[in-house]
């Protein structure tokens, strides 16, 4: 931050002179967090953004990550800004240690009293590593003219990514028919239980300025056999795969050509994946995500069916 030590708490940003500042104004919530994976999450910081939806809790995220780390947000405007800035009462300590440094201070709000437009003010991701960096290398305070965004000021597009990287979905649980063990060239039934709803939504919401919804919405499964010696049949799978049923057509699933024997734990590791593709709404704006993609694992035992012939 240009000319301030920056400290990561809200209001506890230095003066060159040594002196703290007020308050800094009201942002909302300091932190909100969403699970990303196992090592990366969402955090804002400093920041008015709401999270709501089904989506944003109960499943799991396929590591989305914001383009930019850090952004200003729209907050308040002149003559509100230089009130709570220049509150008596919420600054009698600091005004008795440096009267004159804190004058100089709210100068910079006084300025601007009677000219149309918002104080912008910082906010980042703290799940990224380099968040707090960018967070400060912009300015603490920004005075933006109306209808005006500012270099790094948040966007449509900006908080739509914010809303896709705190989406998830659930993984579900892979079913096979036959369960406990499948046998060379049987056909392997797979499809995907306790997804619940196939649908799920997150909206990122700056109060009184925008917001952004985005929605998942399952579409179709991949199979991988974990061998190269399979037919892997996906001709018939629909949105989760297709359970088993008495005489149906086999039209999605695996058909082991070989027993897994001499595989590592004598098993073959089969992986399912979940597609979801995502859509954008809120705003006027062509926003296009990559779908998600959530991933599960389950153990395969194949043997090989023994008979005798007898003369």
């Not at 406990?180 to 909206?203: H, K």
């Not at 049923?245 to 595989?263: H, L, M, P, W």
């Amino acid at each position: 931050m240009k000319g301030l030590l920056p400290v990561l708490v809200a209001a506890s940003v230095l003066f060159a002179g040594g002196t703290a500042p007020p308050t800094a104004p009201p942002r909302g919530v300091e932190s909100e967090g969403f699970q990303n994976g196992n090592t990366r999450e969402l955090v804002l910081r400093h920041s008015k953004i709401r999270i709501t939806g089904d989506g944003a809790k109960g499943g799991k995220s396929d590591g989305y990550q914001l383009k930019s780390p850090c952004w200003y947000e729209p907050g308040l405007d002149a003559e509100k800004m230089l009130a709570f800035m220049s509150d008596a009462r919420a600054n009698a300590s600091r005004i008795q240690r440096d009267e004159e440094g804190f004058n100089a201070f709210i100068k910079q709000f006084k300025d601007k009293v009677g000219q149309p437009g918002l104080w912008w003010t910082p906010a980042y991701n703290a799940g990224d590593p380099k968040g707090a960096a960018c967070w400060a290398g912009l300015e603490l305070f920004v005075f933006v003219e109306p209808n005006t965004t500012p270099p790094s000021g948040i966007t449509f597009q900006e908080l739509a990514e914010v809303a896709r990287a705190a989406l998830t979905v659930p993984q579900g649980t892979i079913k096979l028919n036959p369960d406990a063990s499948s046998y060379v060239n049987l056909p392997t039934f797979v499809w995907l239980e306790d997804i619940g709803q196939p649908r799920r939504t997150v909206t990122a919401t700056l109060p009184g300025v925008m917001s952004a919804t985005v929605v998942a919405t399952l579409s179709d499964i991949k199979i991988k056999a974990g061998t190269d010696r399979a037919e892997v049949v996906e001709k018939g799978c629909g949105a989760s795969g297709k359970p088993y049923a008495k005489n149906a057509e086999f039209t999605c699933g695996v058909r082991y050509e070989r027993a897994s024997i001499d595989q590592p734990r004598q098993v073959y590791e089969l992986t399912v994946t979940s597609v979801w593709p995502v859509a954008v709404t809120g705003g006027a704006q062509n926003v296009q995500f990559d779908p998600v993609q959530a991933q599960v694992t389950r153990d395969v035992p194949v043997g090989e069916v023994q008979s005798n012939v007898k003369p």
